[in-house]
């Protein structure tokens, strides 16, 4: 392999045009008594290089990640006459990245992107000075930036950095990378990233963006996802094939744990900055995280999801008339439980799409009606029946308890639930966002006393190997040196999350 130097010029007379926040999301009130109850993806990212009005391709992508983070997004396009240009807004990618008036601003045959939900920074209300890709003038040229994931050791660099006179400009912990960054003497961007990236603990999957390159680093245990595609003669960068099939383009192969590839008009390199480890990749992104028509590891999403069903049927049988998803997330979880188990498979839970988007005011009453107001029971269906009703996760199992309430008023004659993930004990610190340990129900109760809270017929959960049996490893987990990164399961973090356990988010009680 080889390093390149690089040759940007400074661009710090060219314009950058951040976008004024007028554009509030729409309040998603009704979406909240289901979305707080499930773990939220952190953020997406996607990058284009050597294609006409890169800025559109990107906005499609991120379109296609909108799953990954619903509270902002940004773009940051580069072109030879007008340098880099930034738009960034609050809200969905679909309500700010259409208009000729937005795209426009953004033109150029490069071009980056991000969509965000905070797990680091202004935590639920987004500042727009929050909002990525970020961007810095280096000596050597621009730079934009935007992360999946999270920086362990942000808090310390933080304190160290400021005490050695750097300025942050927001409260996200990529902005640690660009002051990092800044401090090395590393003649170019690549050689500066690869110093900056050196010095930070956590997960990240990265995408760059300088005047000529896009660049897509994985942290060394490549946690998070990263693919590189390919469409004619440009190339992409995205968190998931999901965002490549969108603008139609294919799949070269995943960006590997610890890899640096740089994409200029010259084709690929690949570098290898860090030291060699084996990698974790994130067990949830199959569970729930990632879409169901994206690929992971030459393994499609929707395939690890039925067989996670399968299993579940195989360690967890029951006798009953009908297999039911809680939507959309338990749906091909349950298609593998029906087909292992033979139980029929039905839609007795519809969800409703649009419900997050109404012009309604929220009164208390209306918010009281919470769970109904997102899922309608599909009564013709459910009455007297024994339902086993398959959901990925239980977090805090306020939802799970309401579920099992309206199937019950419905006509349900049983409800057993049936977890497509071992219990959920542990924080994420990884870029996910998970409440502290005291609030995760898995963590206060043992199983049989979560059967009993929620007031079940039946409660059971996948076990940690089936669930790696399903993903892809027929022995089951390997004890010594796990496959996956899996420490929301089972308490054991690749990366010691150092100050999360400083900040009291590991404790049990209601306090910490
Ligand atoms: S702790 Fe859980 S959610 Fe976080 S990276 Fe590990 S497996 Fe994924």
């Known amino acids: 392999m080889r390093d390149v130097p690089e040759t940007d010029s400074p661009d710090t007379d060219w314009p950058e045009t951040d976008s004024p926040d007028t554009d509030w999301p729409e309040t998603d009130w ?7 109850d499930k773990l939220r993806e952190e953020c997406g ?5 050597g294609i006409e009005d890169a800025a559109t391709y990107v906005a499609l992508g991120l379109h296609a990640l909108q799953h990954r983070g619903q509270e902002a997004a940004g773009i940051v396009s580069c072109s030879r006459k007008s340098g880099f240009n930034t738009v960034r807004r609050l809200g969905y990618v679909r309500d700010n990245f259409t208009k000729p008036s937005v795209m426009d601003q953004l033109p150029g045959r490069l071009a980056i992107g991000h969509t965000r939900y905070s797990t680091a920074g202004s935590k639920g209300e987004t500042a727009l000075r929050d909002v990525q890709p970020l961007y810095a003038d280096f000596a050597m040229g621009g730079c934009a930036i935007g992360h999946n994931g999270n920086l362990t050791n942000a808090d310390q660099l933080r304190d160290q950095l400021i005490e050695r006179g750097s ?3 927001s409260s996200s912990d990529t902005e640690c990378i660009i002051h990092l960054m800044a401090r090395s003497i590393q003649k170019t961007i690549p050689d500066r990233m690869k110093d900056a990236l050196r010095l930070v603990e956590g997960a990240f999957s990265i995408i760059a963006m300088t005047r000529s390159k896009i660049i897509g680093v994985r942290d060394p245990l490549g946690v998070r996802p990263l693919v590189l595609g390919r469409k004619g003669d440009a190339w992409i960068l995205s968190s998931e094939t999901c965002a490549l099939d969108i603008i139609g383009a294919e799949l070269v192969r995943e960006v590997e744990p610890g890899e640096m590839i740089i994409v200029t ?4 390199e690949s570098f290898r900055p ?7 990749f994130c067990l949830f992104e199959y569970v729930y995280f990632s879409r169901p028509d994206s690929v992971i590891g030459g393994l499609s999403v929707y395939e690890a999801r039925r067989r996670i069903g399968a299993e579940l049927a195989r360690e967890a049988p029951v006798d009953a008339d009908l297999v039911c998803p809680v939507p959309d997330s338990g749906t091909p979880a349950a298609i593998g439980y029906s087909q292992a188990s033979g139980i029929p498979y039905a839609m007795g839970i519809i969800k409703n799409q649009y419900v997050g988007r109404t012009f309604i005011e929220p009164t208390d009453h209306i918010r009281d009606m919470g769970v109904r107001l997102k ?7 459910i009455e007297g029946k024994r339902v086993v009703l398959v959901d990925d996760s239980v977090v805090r199992g306020t939802t799970s308890r309401k579920i099992k309430d309206v199937m019950l008023d419905a006509g349900a004659a049983e409800v057993h639930f049936r977890i497509a993930s071992p219990p959920t004990q542990w924080p994420c610190f990884y870029g996910v966002d998970t409440p502290n340990r005291s609030k995760l129900l898995a963590a206060r109760m043992t199983e049989s006393e979560m059967h009993d809270y929620l007031g079940v017929d039946s409660l059971r959960f996948i076990s940690l190997d089936g669930l790696y049996r399903a993903c892809g490893h027929p022995a089951g987990r390997n004890r010594s040196e796990p496959e996956f990164c899996d420490a929301c399961f089972s308490g054991e973090y690749p990366i010691e999350p150092m100050e999360a356990r400083a900040r009291g988010c590991m404790k049990l009680s209601e306090n910490a």
């Open 167 to 169: 300025i942050f400009q």
């Open 274 to 280: 860090f030291e060699q480890k084996r990698g974790r």
């Open 375 to 381: 899922l309608n029971i599909n009564r013709a269906i």
């Open 265 to 268: 008009d010259d084709g690929i």
């Open 45 to 49: 990212v996607y990058g284009v290089h």
């Open 30 to 36: 009704l979406t909240n008594p289901l979305d707080d």
